[in-house]
C-alpha cells in the first residue's frame, strides 16, 4: 500500500492483530510514540488498526515501525485496503477467536460443571479427579495457550492486558486443583478444574462474538466497497462512439488500468465504474448507498455520474474524469474509515484509566487474596476470590465501549448520505441550540432560475415572449441566459434564433428574432437606462418594485424599434428547496434555534426566513463576515451557545471552522467539506436535522457503554472480593459485558432518518 502524502507528513495504516483490550491499545500507542519522527499515531481496538503519522524527511521506515510492534508482542501489517477485513469463514470457525474452537472448549468442559446444575435436583455426581484433570489439561493448555503467550508478552513490555489477568488466574485454580489432588489424596476437598476451564471458553466466547460484533459495526465500509466492480468496458479512443460502436468495440479492463479521458460503457443493471460525464445515452440512476437518496435520479446527455451508482434501463457511454483514489467513492470510503478509527476526546480519558487498570487489579487481587488467608485461614477459598476478582475486572468492555458506538453510528449514517468526519461531532451535537444556514445553496437552489415573466399589455403572449428572450440567449454562458434556455425547454418551447445580434458590454444583448422587431435584453435594471428608450426607466421600475422587495434579479425585455418601448420584465431568483420549511421544522422538534445568513437586503432576506419559519436573520452580510456572526452566535445572550454552521462555498469555509460543528453540503466545494466535520452527501437540508439525531444517538451509546463498563467494574470487583462471585460465574458476567456493550452499539443500527 502506498502512503497517502502532503508537504509535511506521510500517513500510514497498520492492522494490528493479537490486542484484547484498552490496556492493548494503549501500550501500542506509548510504544509507537516513543519511536522519532513519529508525529502522531491513533490506535483503535474495534477496527484493529493503527493510523501513524510520520514526519516527511524522517529516517524512520515503516519496517522499523513494524518490528517495535511486533517486539511490542502484537502482530502488525501495512493495510491493504479500506476498514476491517471480512473474517474467512474458516478463519472465524478455527481462528484465535474461532467458533470451532469455543464449541471444543465446551464439550471438553461440559462434564466438569453440568455435575453442579445436577446438584438442586438432588444428584450428586461427578468425574474422578484423574479425568477432571485429563479434560481441563487441554483446555487449559492448548486452547488456553494464547492467553499464556500474549500475557507473557505484556509482562515482558511492563505493561498489563487481559490475557495476562485470564492467565495468571485460571493457573490459580487449575494450579491449586492439582495440588490438591498430589498433596492431599484422601482428603475431603473440591477440585476447581471447572472454574478454569469455563472461564477460558467464556473468554472465548466473547471473542468470537466481538469478532462477529466488530465485522458488523463495519457493514457500512463493506457495502461501499462492494459498489466497485471489479472490471470497465473501456472503448478504444480512436473509435467514434455510437451506440452500436460502442456495443461491438471495447475491452474489458481491471478497474485499476482505467485512466482520466477513458471512455467507458456501461449497460443497464451495471454499476458504473468511475465518475464521468455522460457522452452518450440517457437513464435513471440509483445513487443510494451514496447519497441516500432513495428514487432513482434522471440522468441526460453531459451530467456527471458517480462511480458505484447501478445504471437503470439505459446504456451509457462515460467519459473518465476521476478513478481510484481521487473518485467520490473512494473518498467517502476514507472518510468513513477515517471516522471510525479516530478517537473521541472522551476516549482519551478511558485510555488514561485503562493503562493503569491493570496493573491495579493485580494489585487488589493479591490484597484480596491475602486478606481472606488471614481472616478465614483458608488459601483456596483466598486462592478462588483472587482469581474471580482477577478474571471480572479485565478491561475488555471499556476498551469497546467508545469505537464499537463510534463504528456503528458512523456507518448508518453514511448508509444515509451523512458522512461524520470527526468523532469530536459527536461530543458537541448533543449541545448544539443554534444552526446558522447560510441562504445560498442551501436553502435555496443556487442557481437562477427563471420566476415570471410580467407584460406591459397584451401585445406579446408569455410563449412568445420567453421563446424570444431565450433566443437571444443563445450560445451564451451568463446564468441568467441558461435560466431563460431552460425554462424554454420546461415548457416545450423553441428559442427563435435572432439575426443581427450583438452583445453590449455592461448592458445585455440584442437581435432581432426572424420576422420580429429588434429586441434588446438587459442584463440588470441598471443597464436599462443606457438601453435607447430610457425614457421609460421610471414605469419600469415602479413595475419591477415587488420583484425587487422579493429578492429577485430583474431584466427588461425591449422593443428598439421606434418608438422604443419595454416589452415585459423578465424576474429570476434563486428558488427555496421544496423541504427547506420541513428542515427548519425538524430543528425546532429538537429545540434548536435556526438563524439565516443572506447577502440579500432585510426586506427580500425576511421575507424568505418567514416563508421557511426562521425569525433570526442576518442580512446584507459580505462572506468574510460570516465567521464573526458565527462568533457572535456563541457568546449571545452572556451564555455559552453552541452553534452548527451549514453552508457549501468556498466562502463559508471560515464560517464552517469556527462553528462548534460544520456541515457542509457535497453538491457545494471541496474547501466547504474540507473544513466541516460532517459532509451531507445531498443537497437536502433535511438532513442537518437527521445528522444532528444520529450524533446524539450515538453520543448516547457511548455515555451507556462507558457507564455500563464502569458500573460493571466497580460493583463487580467487590463482590469477587467477598466471595459472592465464583470464579466461573466471574468469567461468565465478564465475557457478558463485553457483548453487552457490542450490542448496544450495535442497535444504532435500526436507526432511520426521520425525513
Known amino acids: 500500500m502506498n502512503p497517502q502524502k502532503d508537504t509535511n507528513s506521510e500517513l500510514f495504516t497498520l492492522d494490528i492483530g493479537g490486542m484484547t483490550c484498552a490496556s492493548c491499545v494503549g501500550r501500542v500507542e506509548k510504544a509507537l510514540d516513543k519511536i522519532p519522527g513519529v508525529e502522531a499515531a491513533s490506535v483503535n481496538l474495534a477496527t484493529e488498526q493503527a493510523k501513524i503519522r510520520i514526519k516527511a524527511n524522517s529516517e524512520v521506515k515503516i519496517d522499523d515501525i513494524i518490528a517495535l510492534v511486533q517486539k511490542t508482542g502484537y502482530s502488525a501489517k501495512i493495510s491493504a485496503h479500506h476498514g476491517i477485513p471480512e473474517l474467512a469463514p474458516s478463519k472465524l470457525f478455527w481462528g484465535a477467536d474461532g467458533l470451532g474452537r469455543v464449541v471444543l472448549g465446551f464439550a471438553l468442559s461440559a462434564p466438569l460443571f453440568l455435575p453442579m446444575f445436577l446438584m438442586p435436583f438432588g444428584i450428586h455426581w461427578s468425574l474422578s479427579p484423574t479425568w477432571q484433570l485429563l479434560l481441563a489439561t487441554p483446555v487449559q493448555f492448548f486452547l488456553g495457550w494464547r492467553f499464556y503467550k500474549a500475557g507473557f508478552k505484556s509482562l515482558m513490555s511492563g505493561v498489563g492486558n487481559m490475557d495476562l489477568l485470564v492467565a495468571l488466574g485460571t493457573s490459580a485454580a487449575y494450579g491449586l486443583s492439582v495440588y490438591q489432588m498430589i498433596a492431599l489424596p484422601h482428603a475431603s476437598h473440591e477440585l476447581y478444574f471447572e472454574g478454569s476451564v469455563v472461564i477460558i471458553c467464556m473468554v472465548m466466547l466473547g471473542k468470537w462474538l466481538e469478532a462477529r460484533a466488530k465485522q458488523q459495526t463495519s457493514e457500512a465500509i463493506r457495502a461501499l466497497q462492494k459498489l466497485w466492480p471489479e472490471h470497465a468496458k473501456v472503448i478504444e479512443r480512436n473509435i467514434v462512439i455510437s451506440e452500436n460502436s460502442a456495443l461491438d468495440q471495447f475491452r474489458d479492463l481491471p478497474l485499476d488500468q ?54 437503470g434501463e439505459g446504456l451509457l457511454v462515460v467519459e473518465a474524469q476521476a478513478v481510484g483514489v481521487e473518485s467520490v467513492l473512494s473518498k467517502i470510503i476514507s472518510l468513513v474509515e477515517d471516522a471510525q478509527t479516530q478517537k473521541a476526546p472522551i476516549q482519551k480519558l478511558v485510555d488514561q484509566v485503562s493503562a493503569i487498570f491493570v496493573p491495579s487489579v493485580i494489585v487488589i487481587a493479591l490484597i484480596t487474596g491475602l486478606a481472606n488467608w488471614f481472616y478465614l485461614d483458608s488459601a483456596s477459598v483466598a486462592i478462588l476470590r483472587a ?109 427563435i434564433t435572432p439575426t443581427d445580434s450583438k452583445a453590449l458590454p455592461g448592458i445585455g444583448i440584442s ?38 422587495d422579493a429578492g429577485q ?161 466497580a460493583t463487580g470487583i467487590p463482590l469477587a472480593a467477598l466471595g459472592y462471585l465464583s470464579p466461573m460465574l466471574a468469567g461468565s458476567a465478564m465475557a457478558l459485558s463485553s457483548f453487552c456493550v457490542l450490542s448496544n452499539a450495535l442497535l444504532l443500527k435500526r436507526w432511520r432518518p426521520v425525513h
Not at 435560466?483 to 415548457?491: I, P, T
Not at 438587459?522 to 419591477?544: C, D, F, P, R, T
Open 258 to 311: 482505467v485512466f482520466p479521458k477513458d471512455r467507458i460503457l456501461v449497460l443497464p443493471g451495471e454499476r458504473i465504474p468511475v465518475d464521468g460525464i455522460i457522452l452518450l445515452g440517457n437513464s435513471q440512476v440509483d445513487e443510494s448507498l451514496l447519497t441516500g437518496e432513495s428514487d432513482p435520479v434522471k440522468k441526460h446527455l453531459g451530467e456527471k455520474v458517480i462511480g458505484g451508482s447501478l445504471n
Open 387 to 495: 482469581v474471580s476478582v482477577l478474571v471480572i475486572a479485565c478491561p475488555c468492555a471499556l476498551g469497546l465501549a467508545t469505537p464499537a458506538a463510534i463504528m456503528a453510528g458512523t456507518g448508518v449514517a453514511a448508509r444515509f448520505g451523512i458522512l461524520i468526519k470527526d468523532p469530536q461531532v459527536l461530543e458537541l451535537a448533543h449541545r448544539l441550540n443554534v444552526v446558522a444556514f447560510d441562504k445560498t445553496g442551501t436553502l435555496t437552489i443556487g442557481k437562477p432560475r427563471l420566476l415570471e415573466i410580467i407584460p406591459f399589455g397584451d401585445s406579446y403572449a408569455v410563449d412568445d415572449i420567453l421563446a424570444s428572450a431565450a433566443g437571444l440567449q443563445l450560445g451564451s454562458e451568463h446564468p441568467l441566459a441558461k435560466a431563460l434556455l431552460d425554462a424554454a425547454k420546461q415548457r416545450g418551447l423553441n428559442p
Open 511 to 548: 437581435g432581432r428574432p426572424s420576422a420580429g422587431v429588434f429586441l434588446g435584453l438587459s442584463q440588470n435594471l441598471q443597464s436599462v437606462a443606457s438601453l435607447e428608450g430610457n425614457s421609460h426607466y421610471s414605469a419600469i421600475l415602479a413595475k419591477a418594485q415587488a420583484c425587487f
Open 553 to 713: 434579479t430583474v431584466s427588461v425585455l425591449m422593443n428598439q424599434e421606434n418608438p422604443s418601448s419595454p416589452i415585459a420584465i423578465i424576474a429570476f431568483g434563486d428558488e427555496l428547496k421544496d423541504n427547506a420549511q420541513e428542515a427548519v421544522t425538524s430543528l425546532q422538534h429538537l429545540h434548536i434555534r435556526a438563524v439565516m445568513l443572506s447577502g440579500d437586503n432585510l426586506a427580500a432576506a425576511n421575507r424568505v426566513a418567514k416563508t421557511i419559519g426562521i425569525q433570526e436573520v442576518f442580512a446584507q452580510i459580505m462572506p468574510s463576515s460570516k465567521a464573526e456572526i458565527i462568533r457572535q452566535l456563541q457568546s449571545k445572550d452572556d451564555e455559552r451557545q453552541f452553534v452548527a454552521m451549514v453552508g457549501d462555498g468556498v466562502n463559508d469555509a471560515p464560517a464552517l471552522a469556527t462553528a462548534d460543528v460544520g456541515m457542509a453540503m457535497s453538491t457545494g466545494t471541496d474547501v466547504a467539506m474540507q473544513a466541516a466535520g460532517i459532509t451531507l452527501m445531498r443537497g437536502d437540508p433535511t438532513l442537518v436535522a437527521n445528522a444532528i439525531d444520529i450524533s446524539k444517538r450515538t453520543w448516547r451509546k457511548i455515555q451507556q457503554n462507558l457507564f455500563w463498563a464502569f458500573i460493571f467494574n
